[in-house]
Each structure stands twice: as C-alpha cells, then as structure tokens.
C-alpha cells in the first residue's frame, strides 16, 4: 500500500518545507558567491531533516555543482531517484563500499593509502576512471590525512591511472565565531599543500575548504567551491557570522489543536502532575511530543496560536504536549499552531528549540522525527518523498 500515493491524510502535526524560500535561499547564496566558485550542497542526514530529495534537485537547478552526502545509503538513494549531478561522499568508505561507489558514479574522499589502492583497482576492473577527493586534516583531528603527510597519498594517487586527483579539500574546526586564528592556522597549513602540489606542476581543479561559516566569513578561502549545508536551510551558523539579507528559514514544525480542556483552581495537568492551575485555565492539547523530536521540557516553551505566544504548561509526553490558551479564547479545535517557526508577526526560531535541549540548530533540525511527515510548500511538489 502507497500511502502517499493514496492521499493518506496528513497527521495533524508535521514539518512544513518551504521550498520557495529554498529555491531564493539558493539563490541569494549563488549571487553572493564570485562567480567562478562552485557551491557544493551539502543534503547529508535527508538535508539536515529538509528531505533530501527535493533539496538536491532544487540546488542542481539552482546551479550547485553537485551533491555532498556522507554514507553511501544516502547517495545511492538521490541516484535511484535520478540525480545524475556529481555526489561527493564526505565520510569514510569501507572496502566492500568502492565498488558501489564506482558503479554508481560517486565521487569518494580518500585519506589513506589502502582505500586509495582498492578503489583503483575497482575501477580499472571495471575500465572507469574515478575522480577522487583527497582530504586533508588541517587541525580538527578528524578525518583526513595530516597536511604534512599528505604527499605521498598524492603521489600515489596521481601514480594510479585509474584514478582522477580531482579535489583537494579540508575542514575548519571553526569557521563562524569573532576570532578566526585557528582558522586561519587551518588555512596556512591548507596552503602549504597546496604549494607543494603546484611545484610539483599537479594541479587539482576543485580545492575546497569552506563549509557554511567559512562562506561566509572566509572569503579568502574560497578557492574553486564552497561547501554548503545549514544556510541553505535558512539558518546563519552562529550569530557572529556575516549574515545575507532575505535569507529565511526553511522549516516548520507545527500541530493542529486536538483537545481543550478547561482547568479549575489547583487541577494539574500531565505525567507528573507537572503543572498547578493557579486560577481557572483554558488549555490546549497538540498532539506532538518527544516522540516526534520535540525537547523533553516541562513549563518552558511556548506554541504560536493565532500569532499569540501559547505557554507549555507540565511536561512534554511521547505523542502530545499542552499549552495554556486562555489568553486566546479565539482558539478552537483543529486551529493551526507553530512549535517551530513564524505565525502572524511572531516567530519561534531553530535557536529558541536549540535553547530547549540545550543543544544547537544542526542537532534540532536533523532530529524531527520521521512520524512528522514532511509537507512540501511553495513548491512542485505535494509531499517531499520522506520515505525513499
Ligand atoms: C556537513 C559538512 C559541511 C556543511 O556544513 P554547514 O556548516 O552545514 O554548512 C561541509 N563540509 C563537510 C566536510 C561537512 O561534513
């Protein structure tokens, strides 16, 4: 049974994907860009929670040079769904994965002279020759071969005639805060690779280095491509960063009213018993909780109702959480309300979530929950295909 293509009715909570505000996102972030640097769009993790699918066929269109993914599963999954633009695999590959990756035409990072080995031989088995990116830790201890270590993997690589140098690249530990030394630390390093490789007359058409942060407060570290995950979404990597004008946020998350109940003085609501009535109450029930991904808080938090700002009362359940509407009498059962983003002149952001959980906006984008189906607006799309 095809659900979506049933026109199953969408639960009464959901994530709301904007793909209108994508596609300008895209293109304030192409218009920033010189012209002569490649973005590269980053949709690991279904695109930060976005729906991966629709992400990168609308960045390709929208001129990104290719894809970045990081397990294989994601990758292999854009091509069956017919995105025939280059995938850059970010992450590690294991053996038994370089076949795959050769037969589906995706472009591996390597960093260690096993890999580099196999994947050749995959390819020569196979009369292809593979574009490789090799990837270098500048200082973030990670992944990548040390930048003073790195020139026999080159020469190795350029030895293979299997296999294309086609990038160089590198990652900053932090490319988005005021102070940019160990960045710029990074960056030096980066350099001195790159040196070698030019005196040795190798030369690599897509060196690239910045992520988010690094587009845009790194200019000089650009090079051929910049890699971009978060600010597409809508979402600036920190509050210190160079920010782009009209740039908004992607994602919604928002539930449909599904119970009201009126309190008396000195009822509680909830597991727990979480929450007194100080007085008589009106409170409504929206059923999404931390099942969905929504912080495990109890009376903090607010929803947007009617454009007013509803407070959480108790504590947030699997499956509902509720909110104090008595100072919204206009609301009424199935009105819409908004857990993350805007309604009327108000907006709960991606940071106020963050706040929540006591995390980051990656982490509260990337861990909606499934069960949340995605709901594609302003787009050609009905729904983002969540479950391929
Ligand atoms: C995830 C990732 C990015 C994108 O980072 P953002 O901060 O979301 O722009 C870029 N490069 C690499 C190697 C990554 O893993």
């Not at 009464?12 to 590269?40: C, H, M, S, Y």
């Not at 026999?152 to 990652?171: F, K, R, Y």
């Not at 932090?174 to 160990?182: A, N, R």
Request: with cysteine.
């Amino acid at each position: 049974m095809n659900l979506i293509a049933a026109n199953f009715p969408l639960r009464p909570a959901w994530t709301e994907i904007d793909l209108g505000k994508l596609r300008r996102n895209l293109q304030l972030i192409r218009a920033d860009l010189p012209r002569a640097v490649k973005f590269l769009a980053v949709v690991k993790d279904e695109a930060y929670g976005h729906g991966a699918f629709d992400v990168a066929r609308i960045a390709i269109e929208e001129g990104a040079w290719g894809c970045g993914l990081s397990t294989l599963e994601e990758a292999l999954t854009l091509r069956e769904a017919g995105i025939t633009a280059p995938l850059l695999l970010l992450g590690e590959r294991q053996e038994a994965e370089l076949p795959w990756c050769v037969e589906h035409d995706l472009t591996v990072c390597v960093n260690e002279p096993h890999t580099i080995r196999k994947l050749a031989r995959v390819a020569a088995a196979r009369n292809k020759r593979v574009p490789v990116h090799l990837k270098i830790h500048t200082g973030m201890s990670r992944y990548g071969v040390r930048w003073d270590e790195a020139l026999p993997l080159v020469a190795q690589i350029v030895a293979e005639n299997a296999l294309q140098l086609e990038g160089v690249m590198t990652h900053f530990s932090q490319s988005d805060e005021v102070d940019k030394s160990f960045a710029n630390l990074q960056l030096a390093r980066f350099h001195e690779v790159l040196t070698a490789l030019a005196a040795r007359k190798i030369s690599v058409p897509l060196r690239h280095a910045c992520n988010s942060g690094g587009f845009l407060d790194l200019p000089h570290a650009h090079f051929d491509m910049v890699r971009t995950g978060i600010l597409m979404f809508g979402i600036f990597p920190s509050t210190v960063c160079r920010q782009i004008p009209g740039i908004e946020p992607v994602m919604s998350v928002k539930a449909k009213i599904a119970s009201l109940q009126k309190l008396k003085p000195g009822e509680v609501v909830g597991y727990g018993m979480r929450y007194t009535a100080p007085s008589e109450r009106r409170i409504a029930v929206l059923p999404i909780g931390y099942g969905d991904g929504f912080p495990r808080v109890r009376n903090t938090g607010c929803a947007l109702i009617h454009g007013k700002r509803a407070p959480l009362i108790g504590g947030i359940a699997m499956d509902a959480l509720m909110v104090d509407v008595t100072a919204i009498p206009e609301a009424q059962l199935w009105d819409e309300a908004v857990l993350m983003g805007r309604q009327g002149n108000d907006e709960i952001t991606v940071h106020d979530i963050a706040k929540l959980k006591n995390s980051v906006s990656y982490d509260v984008l990337t861990n909606w929950r499934l069960r949340l189906r995605r709901k594609a607006v302003n787009g050609d799309t009905r729904f983002i295909r969540a479950l391929i």
